[in-house]
């Protein structure tokens, strides 16, 4: 069976698979993954994962068993998909998907070992004591997801400098909402730009609040980092696109999908680190005393055809120093 085929089935049957499936001993290792988002959304990072677990020596069927529980966006699941993972006493619990699922395991146990990969500051959240010395069952990756505002604005205002208003896309639901809603007014405010904030955490209040930007004198959109909107990204690309506003991302997922831009940290990076630790973990060493990893390279991806079929012409030194410009 290929991966992708397996996965897709894992989500579909995520919660109801008994532990030590697929014929293994019950002293196979055994790590659980819970995600806020869905096992398309996460493929291409996902693998990458896989195989770094591989690369320490653990093969999933083989000498471990990874076992997945997805909520697919509904972050209202997560504490009981949490809870089953802890009730099982797995050996490592790996979250995925943003701080929801991060914040779901730790609340669901205390010792086991938690590999967490989260855009906030999970000092703020209390998922561990520092970065340097996480001090708990948890560490995991940083990816700054909401502290590079500034930057978004900037390149958007490069893109659109015509825009006298600009719409920001949150999820009011998201730990750091109200953070990343200050962040972005107090960049607006230095370039004289007016915001309309547009709250959605579900498929009705999206549909609500593309409606309302359809609706507003906005020449541009920021779309936050929550991966309620990375599930989604597909309906937000195609509706932003009907109404011609330029649009800039957290993640290269957007604009791989046709979305316009973004800005922010490559997730293959973020899961390669989360895979190593995993494999340090089971190998004997303690999350207590594994730094938090602050990745902090950034990258800028942007759709070229998308530009032209909004009639953006994109700077010269824009795209000289894009990591990624997709024909």
Known sequence: MRRREFITLVGAAAGTWPFVARGQASATPVIGVLSSQSPAAVARPLNVFISTLKEAGYEDGKTVIVEYRWADGRYDRLPALAADLAQHRVAVIVTLGGDPPAIAAKAATSTIPIVFIVGSDPVK???VASLNKPGGNATGVNLFLAEVEAKRIGLLHELVPTATRIGLLVNPKTANAEAQINDIEAASSRLN???EILTASNDADLD???RRLGRLNTGALIVEADP?????RNTIISR???EAIPAIYPLREFPVSG???SYGTDLVDAYRQAGNYVGRILK???AADLPVV???KFETVINQKTAKALGLIIPPALLATADEVIE
């Open 125 to 127: 959240f209390g998922l």
């Open 193 to 195: 730009l007016p915001v």
């Open 208 to 210: 609500s609040a593309l």
């Open 228 to 232: 309620f909107f990375v599930l989604r």
């Open 240 to 242: 932003v696109g009907e």
């Open 259 to 261: 979305g316009l831009i």
């Open 284 to 286: 004997g060493e303690g």
């Open 294 to 296: 602050q990745l902090e």
